[in-house]
């Protein structure tokens, strides 16, 4: 087997302090090899979300290792992380997150510009990545002129602009009709097919079908010995 894209150790993560200290990673233990598919499940409030914002650089564990790509990345400062996570990682939301004011074609672009792309180029790459999720005639789109799943799919477009390695989804299928979970389902099952390694936060069991392999996260910790 190659070397694990993503190696966690003994991960913690505490929220605030003293009497209100929220323990949301209790110890948790992962890893991903390359090219993988893994889904995420577990109930609300086990922590789900703050693993996947520190597998995807957004966050900081308070305690414990995260390998990423064998580099450990509390060697790096805020800013070699931006830089990790523009170069490797991907990551959907379920709220979309995309900027409302401008189009479809400037928000898929905008981690070209965070990776000093030029405009020309920029452009090209992401006519490309909208291409991909079949909203190339929406380029021109404001997120408010866009179905839900059109917004999402925009979304992918800009997680994958910049060719990660990586696509890291929260629960990309929450706030989705069934018809529009399946177009995004297909896109991520096309990324993975394509070489990526995916992980995906999921309530649903028809969406972690599509993974590989799905672990449930049971407050803070990966559950052991109980089938997912
Ligand atoms: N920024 C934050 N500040 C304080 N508590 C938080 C914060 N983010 C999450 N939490 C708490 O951490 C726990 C885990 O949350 P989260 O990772 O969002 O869980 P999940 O995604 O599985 O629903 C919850 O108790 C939540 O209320
Ligand atoms: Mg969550």
Do not use: W
Not at 36 to 54: D, P, Q, V, W
Not at 60 to 65: D, I, K, L, V, W
């Amino acid at each position: 087997m190659s070397a694990p894209v993503i190696e966690v150790r003994d991960l913690r993560k505490v929220y605030g302090s003293g009497d209100t200290a929220v323990h949301a990673l209790r110890g948790l233990d992962l890893t991903v090899a390359r090219g993988e598919y893994l889904a995420i499940m577990g109930t609300s409030g086990s922590g789900k979300s703050t693993l996947l914002n520190i597998l995807g650089c957004l966050d900081a564990p308070s305690s414990g290792n995260y390998l990423l790509d064998g580099i450990d990345t509390a060697e790096f400062g805020e800013a070699q992380l931006g830089l990790l996570r523009n170069r490797k990682i991907g990551f959907v939301f379920q709220s979309f997150n995309l900027i409302p004011r401008t189009t479809a074609l400037a928000n898929v672009e905008l981690p070209l510009v965070y990776a000093g792309v030029r405009r020309k180029q920029r452009r090209a790459r992401a006519l490309a990545a909208l291409q991909m999720v079949g909203l190339v005639d929406r380029a021109g789109h404001r997120p408010n002129e866009l179905s839900g799943g059109q917004q999402q799919r925009v979304a992918i477009a800009r997680a994958l602009v910049t060719a990660p390695a990586i696509v890291l989804a929260d629960e990309p299928t929450g706030n989705l009709d069934t018809r529009s979970s399946e177009d995004v389902m297909a896109i991520l099952d096309r990324l993975h097919a394509t070489g990526r390694t995916v992980v995906l936060i999921t309530h649903e069991d028809d969406v972690a079908a599509h993974a590989q392999r799905v672990v449930r996260v049971v407050d803070g910790r990966i559950a052991t010995g109980v089938a997912a």
